[in-house]
């Protein structure tokens, strides 16, 4: 059986002793039926990933104590994804295939064709907490609060590049961008695509990069998930391009 991972924001060191409460006490106990002296793999970004063992189980909560380090915490770089929100089951899978694929951030941004409620931001983190745990990353990437449009172009920094993602074919084909802006951004709109007025203003705001994403139409999860594998293919060759980072 594989040893479960359990993200644990709290100070991971030797000979801590943490407890897990609610609903992952309850996943642990009763759907992985785990038991005392248990294995359990303990992570996050700051610390690391570290083997500890159940020592205590309560009606609600589980005890657990850190042993020893297994990976220290290293960088993992990706590019921030912002997009419309979309119908729920989508969206959850959007933000669930997006963690394992690399993203960085996820930013929500209200267009005017977006026609879906946003998704409730802890049911999110809890997707993106989960989808962390099972692809071994060691950072769970944060979820921003919704946010209109033109207020999230104000805000972000004019210098890194914003990949758009149009329909209509035009632009540069994504392998093609990764290369070229390896530091970009994405943006992806909702499912009836961004008014013409949308379009209009992002094409006049400065770091836009329109890419292609093939000659279909995508749905608006589909062209996310094909923005970001573009970006993992172009991965290796980026890192050898790339001046190294200080640790």
Known sequence: ????????????????????VGDRAHYLRHVLRLKEGDPVHAFNAGDGEWRAVIKGIG???????????????????????????IRRNRLEWLVEKAVELGVARLVPVITQRTVVKPEKADRLAAIATEAAEQCERLTVPPIDPPRPLPAWLAARAPAVPLFLADERGEGAAIAEAWHRHP??????????????????????????VPVTLGPRILRAETAALYALVGWQIARPALARISPPTSS
């Open 1 to 20: 059986m594989t040893v479960p991972r359990l993200h644990l924001p709290e100070r991971l060191a030797a000979g801590a002793t943490l407890a897990v």
């Open 59 to 85: 009606r609600h909560e589980m005890r657990l104590e850190i042993e020893r380090l297994l990976r220290p915490a290293v960088p993992e770089p990706g590019p921030t994804l912002a997009f419309a929100p």
């Open 183 to 208: 530091d970009a951004e994405i943006l992806i709109g909702p499912e009836g695509g961004f008014a013409p007025e949308e379009v209009e203003r992002l094409r006049a705001v400065p770091g836009v």
